[in-house]
């Protein structure tokens, strides 16, 4: 069964400090990983999908990597703002199925 | 689009009543799926359905869970009877490959069962 782990659980940075969020998955046999965005109280927001055969994929101030070998994706945030605080989980879809194993995600606060 | 669509935002039931919960999914997505949220266990997938016919029931816990899609614009997740250990957020997505395969949900239900 594909297992995913975030590292760290929590984060509190600075304003303006780039920081990078780690996701790592059991199975390489992947269709594709998604970076999720969860504000308190609210759904999850699509934030990057890299398919199996990308390295990464960058929106704005977010790029996202993937070792498909070492099972390991970052999502990499520059510059970061108050408004980036909120949870952001890591989701992989094995070629086995159709259904996102989710890591528990890391909570991250930018203090001003 | 208005997104995912789910109803009701918040609900607290008694234990033993039946709660049911209801999606609107993304017009035109042919995947929907239900997911669970607890803080110990995270995101569970508790049913997929595709063309509305169900895939993979495997992770709804235990009988007292059903889901049905009785058309392309309408799923419904019923809990009977309900218990205290069901108090969870239930989300509902959906996807398609015409979105690249990008899973989008909606804002969740948050049953509290007392």
């Known amino acids: 069964k594909q297992e995913v782990t975030q590292i760290p659980a929590a984060l509190s940075v600075p304003e303006g400090e780039n920081l990078v969020l780690n996701c790592s998955f059991t199975?390489?046999?992947?269709?594709?990983l998604q970076w999720f965005r969860q504000d308190p109280g609210k759904g999850l927001t699509s934030l990057l999908l890299i398919q199996s055969s990308q390295r990464e994929q960058t929106s704005g101030r977010l790029n996202a990597s993937l070792d498909k070998s070492s099972g390991r994706s970052t999502l990499y945030i520059a510059a970061s703002q108050p408004g980036d605080s909120a949870t952001y989980l890591c989701?992989?879809?094995?070629?086995?199925?159709?259904?996102?194993?989710f890591g528990k995600g890391t909570s991250l606060l930018v203090t001003p | 689009d208005a997104g995912v669509i789910q109803s009701p935002r918040h609900e607290v039931t008694e234990m033993g009543q039946e709660v049911t919960l209801r999606c609107k999914p993304i017009?035109?997505?042919?995947?929907l799926f239900w997911y669970r949220q607890t803080m110990m266990r995270g995101l569970e997938l508790l049913i997929y359905?595709?063309?509305?016919?169900?895939?993979?029931d495997s992770g709804m816990p235990e009988d007292r869970f059903s889901a049905k899609m009785p058309n392309a614009s309408f799923s419904t997740l019923k809990i009977q009877p309900s218990e205290p250990r069901d108090s969870a957020v239930y989300f509902c997505?959906?996807?398609?490959?015409?979105?690249?395969?990008?899973?989008?949900f909606g804002e969740g239900s948050w049953l509290t069962v007392v």
């Open positions: 017009s035109g997505h042919n995947s």
């Open positions: 997505a959906s996807s398609s490959q015409i979105s690249g395969n990008t899973i989008y």
């Open positions: 359905f595709n063309n509305n016919v169900p895939i993979d």
């Open positions: 199975d390489s046999a992947i269709y594709n």
């Open positions: 989701a992989v879809e094995s070629n086995s199925g159709y259904a996102l194993n």
